[in-house]
């Protein structure tokens, strides 16, 4: 078995999620790229939408889930890696962000008790088109690592609408209408859901998310993603 150990290690070792570094096995990102990930400040964060206090989005529109966090921002290093697990199918980086974005959830909500992990869809075709849906990974390992159930088919896809990245604040908002529907098969009267996403841009698809689980009559939607977009912070990398 210390044989097989050894030889897989040499055949297969470890690397930095986001550089690809080679690093001591048990570890995720290599001494530079731990320096250099831009992690979010909960204590300077507005608790409802995320942001940082100086860039609180809530004035400008009431979210329907009551808190959202991240452990870290959209830039360098943290988005390099999320960029290979999306696009480069490395799968394994999936591991990185899930333990991240649990120890970020027993921190910001640590006075908040979820009774059930959900995660935002992906359409059949584009899933066929990457190979998995990145929210999912995500959501299976957090709840495994928090002890809670997930259920994976509370939101379903709806209509097809626009690409999201080409649209501005509004626009995306407008544009997520219809997108999701919540699985009338179920009823999450007076339960708190733990909503699963890859990256918070604006919140829009969050929101559509939220407002379709209150619709099923949760009590509370609070989300976590791997990575949060700010406008001071410039996106930096890939
Ligand atoms: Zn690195
Ligand atoms: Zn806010």
Not at 192 to 212: F, M, N, P, R, W
Request: charged share 30%; proline share 3%.
């Amino acid at each position: 078995m210390r044989l097989f150990k050894i030889i897989t290690s040499a055949l297969f070792p470890n690397v930095c999620v986001a550089c690809g570094e080679i690093i001591p096995e048990g570890e995720h990102l290599c001494e530079y790229c731990t320096e250099m990930a831009e992690k979010l400040d909960f204590t300077k964060a507005c608790r409802r939408c995320g942001m940082p206090k100086k860039e609180c989005m809530c004035s400008k529109r009431v979210f329907h889930f009551n808190g959202c966090a991240a452990p870290f921002y959209n830039t360098g290093v943290t988005r390099d890696a999320m960029y290979s697990f999306k696009f480069a199918r490395k799968e394994y980086i999936s591991k990185f962000f899930a333990e991240r974005m649990a120890l970020t959830v027993k921190s910001c909500y640590s006075d908040i008790n979820f009774d059930v992990v959900t995660f935002v869809p992906m359409s059949f075709p584009k899933k066929l088109r990457r190979g998995f849906n990145q929210s999912e990974l995500l959501a299976k390992r957090l709840s495994k690592i928090l002890k809670l159930p997930l259920c994976d088919d509370l939101l379903l896809c709806g209509k097809n609408t626009a690409v999201q990245h080409k649209l501005g604040f509004d626009e995306r908002f407008k544009n997520t209408k219809g997108k999701f529907k919540a699985n009338t098969n179920y009823k999450l009267n007076g339960k708190t859901v733990l909503l699963v996403d890859d990256i918070k841009t604006t919140g829009a698809t969050l929101d559509e998310c939220s407002k379709q689980l209150l619709l099923l009559g949760a009590d509370e939607v609070y989300c976590i993603t791997g990575l949060m977009t700010a406008k001071n912070k410039k996106k930096e990398g890939k």
